[in-house]
């Protein structure tokens, strides 16, 4: 008999990828120019210009079996220094070569992550909104997925929600900031609120109760800082990803940072190569890591998320609607005038507009928008959000 779970998780994709893969279909059928498609988070800005140029020289002037050849199974040492240098000088905290691997992306270093550190009973906490994929990605690692629901409205942490779900079997919360699917970036203050609370929670039960940071958005910010969570908080890993900060999401490069403030941070780190020799999740890309190396502190324009952001945010306000107002990502999280998401979901398919229902994110009565599109799919978009809210006046 094969894998009952697994043959489930084959057959039914995400919703997210359902609504993408409808949008392929009406494309192929109208004209991709009809299709107002806002589900998929795929960056439609290029990378900068010096990622190219980077590729190139490296592809030209490198001796390619080195190029091309295997690292180190945890990275390329000199990689792995580039980046511990970066987090040091960046955000103050003191970091190790040596406490660095290096992934095929953010769903890679949260998978290894969540495997080095639950065992059979542990739980693992999401504040909702979050990432459907949390759930798959907890529950393969052997732990019972607890969902906690960020305050309506603004989306910063509900402490007292938070407080009665965590007990004595809590291994770990995953703390995603900027968010997807919300685009709220949690404050200082939420932040120190939140360490000071998983401090006395471990002090009551004698635990160790771990932050697994997961940023593949910090550098996708508007006008504002994103606290560094290792700054505060001792027991956190961190997963980064380059996808999105660089417009290289079909490229699958990023890594995990231990912070060496973590209870035993070699023997997490020790769990965290096991982790990925045990999933198979050896030797990142050889060509990403050089190139990444040579990038770091890089972004794209992300300017041009944020015109994208305010177009769509102050038409979509001016119709009725109600939005949370995103600090980072590209993602709107806005209101459906009905209760029910789906139905609204498919009720805005007649304009062609493919929008993705909140219930799988695990926060009901909402619908993500990604405006990492065309501005003129923004403007495209306008008079059929204004028809489909006159349906609701």
């Known amino acids: 008999m094969i894998n009952a779970k697994m043959t489930e998780l084959g057959k039914v994709r995400s919703v997210i990828r359902e609504i993408f893969e409808y949008g392929n279909k009406r494309r192929a059928e109208i004209g991709a120019e009809n299709v107002l498609d806002f589900s998929l988070g795929n960056p439609s800005i290029p990378a900068p210009e010096k990622v190219r140029e980077i590729m190139a020289r490296l592809v030209t002037e490198t001796d390619p079996v080195k190029l091309h050849g295997y690292t180190s199974a945890q990275g390329d040492a000199g990689v792995r220094k580039a980046i511990s240098d970066s987090i040091t000088e960046r ?53 019972n997925f607890k969902v906690v629901k960020c305050s309506d409205g603004d989306f910063q942490i509900d402490f007292c929600a938070l407080e009665n779900a965590i007990n004595e079997n809590t291994k770990a919360i995953i703390v995603n900031s900027p968010n997807n699917p919300t685009g709220v970036v949690l404050s200082e203050e939420t932040i120190v609120k939140l360490s000071d609370l998983l401090n006395k929670k471990q002090a009551e039960f004698g635990t160790s109760i771990y932050i697994i940071c997961d940023e593949p958005y910090r550098e996708l910010v508007y006008g504002m800082e ?159 959000f204004k028809a489909l809210m006159e349906e609701y006046k």
């Open 91 to 143: 955000f103050g905290v003191a970091a190790s070569p040596d406490l660095i691997y290096m992934t095929c992306g953010a769903a890679a270093s949260l998978t290894i992550s969540l495997t080095a550190l639950v065992n059979d009973g542990d739980e693992v906490i999401a504040l909702a909104p979050f990432f459907p994929e949390y759930r798959v990605f907890a529950e393969k690692a052997g732990a």
């Open 226 to 384: 994103v606290p560094y969570i290792p700054a505060f908080y001792d027991n956190t890993i961190v997963c980064y990803s380059f996808s999105k900060s660089l417009s290289l999401p079909g490229e699958r490069i990023g890594y995990i940072f231990v912070s060496p403030k973590t209870d035993n941070p070699t023997d997490i780190y020790a769990a965290v190569c096991g982790a990925g020799r045990a999933l198979g999740f050896v030797c990142a890309p050889s060509l990403l890591q050089y190139t990444v190396k040579e990038c770091i502190g890089l972004t794209a324009d992300i300017e041009v998320y944020k015109k994208n952001r305010d177009i769509l945010y102050n038409a979509l306000c001016e119709y009725g609607y109600k939005c949370a107002k995103p600090d980072g990502a590209f993602y709107l999280f806005m209101k459906s005038p009905e209760s029910d998401a789906n139905a609204f979901c498919e009720r805005a398919k007649k304009y062609e507009l493919l929008l993705v229902p909140s219930d799988s994110f695990g926060y009901e009565g909402y619908v993500r928008i990604s405006y990492c599109v065309s501005e003129k799919q923004i403007l495209k978009s306008l008079p059929a």
